[in-house]
């Protein structure tokens, strides 16, 4: 290459950087922030990109997203989307309860997007499902309203268990709603139900060992982001204790889990992708109505039932979504 024609091209390279730099900046910049990790989440979040898609946008073609993943340390969650919050986002996409519950209480101006298991007037995210009003916007799966029924539904499968474990991470704010309802229904049912508490990976072990101390004959996991991190460790535990246990995502079945039942949170992503996109096309939060993942899906695994010497009864069998052989 001739030297002017390097210079010339060079000149030109230094030219385009601002010229870059600024049409970088003048894209929208969404904040994506998850009190979990990355694993476990491949499916939710490429559902969340479907639906920014949906609405016509794609990342690092006419937006940017900044992710912040708390890793299950949920009191790191306010610095984080302080963060994001100093670094002028568009809108805050909070993927996960206790990830909005922090956002809420960080900023009444900047839009925010949820995805929760809870209920969001429960939660107080929202005053009403049709009209948020406020910045606060997003789509629900309801699994903590489905969690009474995954006790059943162990119990069914378990119709002789009279005693039953629950893990809960009780740093969710949906710990304390899922074990008022669970206890309800233990009640109904004439079983025993004992609290396990589980915030840390470390902290398993010892809960499969008090599972064992008590003669807990089965496990209801409880809902939390955490534990969808670390499905696949819960499921290979379950299996090592010999502990029939239902937990709300088929990732758990699919592991080695026995049994899930809840509702589609990818679908939930999707929308919330969906609803950024609307947002950012001028639409504000108040105004889009929470939408509601009403379709659950029951997942069986035959294998982990012949290896835990589990008889599925043919009623259970045949409402199954899945069976897995």
């Given at each position: 290459m001739r030297r002017r024609d390097f210079i010339a091209g060079a000149g030109a390279a230094a030219l385009l950087g601002p010229?870059?730099?600024?049409?970088?900046?003048?894209?929208?910049l969404v904040g994506f922030v998850n009190a979990a990790s990355p694993e476990g989440y491949q499916r939710p979040l490429a559902a969340f990109l479907k639906g920014l898609g949906e609405a016509g946008y794609e990342d690092r073609r006419n937006l940017a997203i900044e992710y912040r993943w708390a890793n299950g340390q949920y009191d790191r969650l306010p610095a984080l989307?302080?963060?994001?919050?100093?670094?002028?986002?568009?809108v805050i996409a909070a993927t996960s309860t206790p990830a909005v519950v922090a956002a809420r209480k960080a900023t009444n101006t900047v839009p925010i997007v949820f995805t929760t298991s809870g209920d969001p007037i429960q939660l107080q995210l929202v005053t009403s499902l049709?009209?948020?009003?406020?910045?606060?916007?997003?789509?629900?799966?309801?699994?903590v309203e489905a969690a009474p029924k995954r006790?059943?539904?162990?119990?069914?499968?378990?119709?002789?268990?009279?005693?039953?474990?629950?893990?809960?991470?009780?740093t969710n704010p949906l710990a304390s709603p899922v074990k008022k309802d669970l206890s309800a229904a233990a009640?109904?049912?004439?079983?025993?139900?004992?609290?396990?508490?589980?915030?840390?990976?470390?902290?398993?072990?010892?809960?499969?060992?008090?599972?064992?101390?008590?003669?807990?004959?089965a496990l209801v996991i409880g809902t939390d982001v955490f534990f969808n991190s670390h499905s696949e460790d819960l499921a290979a535990l379950t299996i090592r204790y010999r502990v029939p246990a239902i937990y709300q995502?088929?990732?758990?079945?699919?592991?080695?889990?026995?049994?899930?039942?809840?509702?589609?949170?990818?679908?939930?992503?999707?929308?919330?992708?969906?609803?950024?996109?609307?947002?950012?096309k001028g639409e504000r939060a108040g105004d889009l109505p929470v939408q509601e993942v009403t379709k659950v899906e029951l997942i069986i695994n035959l294998k982990t039932a012949k290896a835990l010497g589990v008889t599925f009864p043919l009623s259970l069998l045949g409402r199954a979504d899945e069976v897995i052989e």
């Open positions: 010229v870059r730099a600024r049409a970088q900046r003048s894209m929208p989307i302080d963060d994001l919050i100093q670094r002028k986002v568009a049709s009209r948020p009003g406020g910045n606060v916007t997003g789509a629900t799966q309801l699994n006790l059943e539904l162990l119990h069914e499968a378990l119709p002789k268990a009279k005693r039953f474990g629950l893990l809960v991470n009780p009640t109904s049912l004439g079983v025993e139900l004992h609290v396990l508490e589980a915030k840390a990976e470390q902290d398993f072990a010892a809960v499969f060992d008090a599972l064992a101390a008590l003669k807990a004959e995502y088929p990732d758990f079945t699919a592991a080695g889990g026995l049994m899930s039942y809840g509702g589609n949170v990818a679908e939930s992503y999707r929308l919330a992708g969906l609803y950024v996109g609307r947002i950012l």
